[in-house]
């Protein structure tokens, strides 16, 4: 086999310098072990360049947020390194300012070898403040960032850059101006052209209900303007997935099951952009270059960066489990080069020594670096080697894998939603408004870009118009502007009975509503009174009054009649939901037996009988997971 040999170049720096007790960020933990052995890496660094593997080695780019501890953890990379990878470890601003990289410490990263970078932790935060001062704009303070970098001793030239932490959730819903201040302060970052790290802030692994989450992330996806500028400015886009041991370690799984899990989890935002419209097609092309699922390493936390305070030898498994994921992810994806990241964050949440703390978090890096650097040999289970000879296999009591992360690989669509009740109304007597929305997983939902909305009945004397005056047409087209989520029309019909009004979506999606037409109301009626013979009574004679006629009982008033007023379709998880509504006048009665249906093309997927429950909703969920498409469903009393 050809061998490849990089020789690599030590920078000129410093050994690091013994240190006391931490009180906040520290280069190391464990500043004297550190020292010796960053020495004895740079030494062999500088005098024996490390030889390759074989050519057909997984190459890897290995990003590592640390919030303390970074020259430990670069230097216990080093010594176990995978020859076909690239480590970028971030170093944290400083605690008093975090406008001011640290000085002295991305030269002790570049010495132990050319494969390893410093990343200059630009905060986000920190930065916010300086403009709000009046300081200056956000593209300003990222210009400034970049010199500072430089002048605290960080060289893109050597392969440094830097890593601004974090886009926030505000940046992911789009609030006020988030994605711009985002987009800017990345612009002056990259101002000559050196791309660097975004990490962009996440959700919990275990969270229940994922459905508000991924529409709004789907509807950030479709902000093309954001993703294709974004695109000139980043280079690894990092999502912070921090996951939580007690959705991996689950009893009787096997190592490849436990991939799964958290392979959906680790690349939900890829996998959601490639299940993605074409609309999607600018965030797919940055995605599916820089995307890294991000890991946990961090130990031991209760909460923040997920559960992970159990046993030291569970959280070894962990970090074994998600290379092996990260591995996979990418070879799944047909990325050239393997892309995964890893926060590193330590703390002594479970009372040991500082000996034992210190030993048992040196034991997770080293088992870390060993899991990168063992899963780069080819495979036909790409990352498995990560948990050899025995790994991914330690229990919690109380795991349990969460099934809801396989939705993001199928799109949640939009569909159109009466949200105004049926109407009642006479004939010819113009009705309304009544309201449809947009929807994704019974969500109300902004439209990114205009969508069209057409109208029609199943009345032929059906019209539609946007005023209560008209002009009225038996068909109507509206348009829902970018950023409304709805629309609202007036309904007229010159025939009584109860017409189906249908609302289609861009042609696709549709929502159906019954309203009540009942006929025009009695004219008054008028007898014709006359003289004389026949008429009244002659002149001088008094009148006779008529025989009293007893007032007859008012009928009673018909029971409203029960009638489908909407069926509507989503997908959750991959399972087509089908949601009935059954009325009866202004009433939604229970125990209303209804039949569905639903085909996709000319087969039938399902025909079945429901039971409305209160609300006189009836709900039909496939047991399978359907392939996305066109499905149609349809519903009737019984």
């Known amino acids: 086999m050809k061998k490849l040999l990089v020789v690599i170049a030590a920078a000129c720096a410093a050994a690091p310098a013994a240190l006391a007790a931490p009180s906040g960020p520290v280069p190391s933990l464990t500043p004297a072990a550190t020292q010796r052995l960053w020495r004895a890496e740079v030494a062999r660094a500088k005098q024996h360049p490390r030889a390759l593997a074989d050519a057909t080695c997984r190459s890897a780019r290995a990003v590592f947020y640390a919030q303390t501890d970074w020259l430990r953890l670069a230097t216990r990379l080093a010594q176990t390194p995978s020859g076909c990878a690239q480590y970028y470890i971030s170093v944290p601003p400083l605690v008093a300012d975090k406008t001011q990289p640290r000085s002295g410490q991305a030269a002790q990263i570049r010495a132990l070898g050319a494969s ?40 893109t030239s050597a392969g440094d850059t830097w890593a601004m932490n974090e886009l926030s959730s505000a940046v992911r819903t789009g609030t006020g101006a988030a994605r711009r201040n985002a987009l800017d302060f990345l612009h002056g970052l990259a101002g000559d052209g050196v791309r660097g790290v975004a990490f962009t802030a996440g959700i919990g692994q275990p969270t229940p209900d994922l459905s508000t989450y991924q529409v709004n992330l789907q509807d950030w996806l479709q902000d093309s303007a954001f993703w294709t500028e974004a695109a000139g400015y980043v280079a690894d886009w990092a999502q912070e997935s921090y996951g939580d041991i007690r959705n991996y370690a689950v009893a009787g799984s096997s190592p490849e099951q436990r991939r799964a899990a958290l392979v959906q989890y680790l690349g939900h935002q890829e996998a959601l952009a490639n299940a993605g419209p074409a609309g999607v097609a600018a965030a797919r092309s940055l995605l599916q270059q820089a995307y890294v699922p ?6 031991a936390w209760a909460s ?9 030898e569970s959280m070894e498994d962990f970090v074994s489990g998600q290379v092996y994921a990260a591995r996979s992810f990418a070879a799944a994806t047909g990325a050239a080069v393997d892309r995964l990241g890893f926060a590193w964050a330590p703390s002594n949440t479970q009372g040991l020594s500082t000996t034992d703390f210190n030993t048992q978090t040196d034991a997770i890096l080293v088992r870390l670096a060993t899991a990168i650097h063992d899963s780069d040999v080819p495979s036909p289970d790409p990352g498995a080697a990560a948990c050899a000879p025995s790994w991914c296999a330690t229990t919690v009591d109380g795991s349990a894998f969460v099934t809801g992360w396989q939705s993001f690989s199928t799109w949640l669509p939009t569909v159109p939603v009466f949200t105004s009740a049926p109407i009642s109304t006479t004939a010819a007597t113009p009705a309304g408004p009544l309201s449809v929305q947009l ?25 539609f118009s946007t005023g209560q005056n008209g002009p009225w047409s038996g068909t109507l087209t509206l348009t829902i ?21 249908t609302a289609t979506l861009d042609g696709g999606a549709s929502a159906t509503q019954t309203e009540t037409v009942s006929g025009p109301a009695a004219s008054p009626g008028s007898g014709a009174g006359g003289g004389g013979a026949g008429g009244a009574p002659a002149a001088g004679t008094p009148a006779t009054p008529p025989a009293a006629t007893p007032a007859a009982s008012p009928a009673p008033a018909p029971k409203p009649k029960r009638h489908v007023v909407a069926v509507t379709k989503r997908f959750v998880a ?19 037996p209804v039949r569905i249906r639903v085909r996709r093309g000319s087969s039938t997927v399902a025909r079945v009988t429901r039971v409305t429950a209160k609300g006189g909703i009836a709900t039909w969920r496939s047991v399978k997971q359907l392939r996305p498409g066109v499905y149609v469903a349809t519903a009737a009393l019984r």
């Open 481 to 501: 502007p970018q950023g409304s989520s709805s629309t609202s029309f007036f309904y007229n019909d010159a025939t009584a009975g109860t017409p189906t009004v």
């Open 294 to 299: 991000f890991g946990n390493a961090a130990w």
């Open 116 to 155: 390893f970078h410093a990343l200059d932790e630009v905060s986000y935060t920190g930065w916010s403040g300086w403009v709000s001062a009046g300081n200056g704009t956000w593209y300003d303070a990222g210009v400034l960032a970049r010199q500072r970098m430089a002048a605290a001793g960080f060289s």
């Open 304 to 312: 923040a960066y997920g559960w992970t305070a159990a046993p030291v």
């Open 574 to 592: 991959g399972h087509l939901v089908v949601t009935v509504r059954v009325a009866s006048g202004s009433t939604r009665p229970a125990g209303v």
């Open 439 to 463: 929807q994704t997983a019974s969500h109300p939902d902004a439209a990114m870009t205009p969508r069209t909305l057409t109208l029609s009945s199943s009345s032929a004397t059906g019209t």
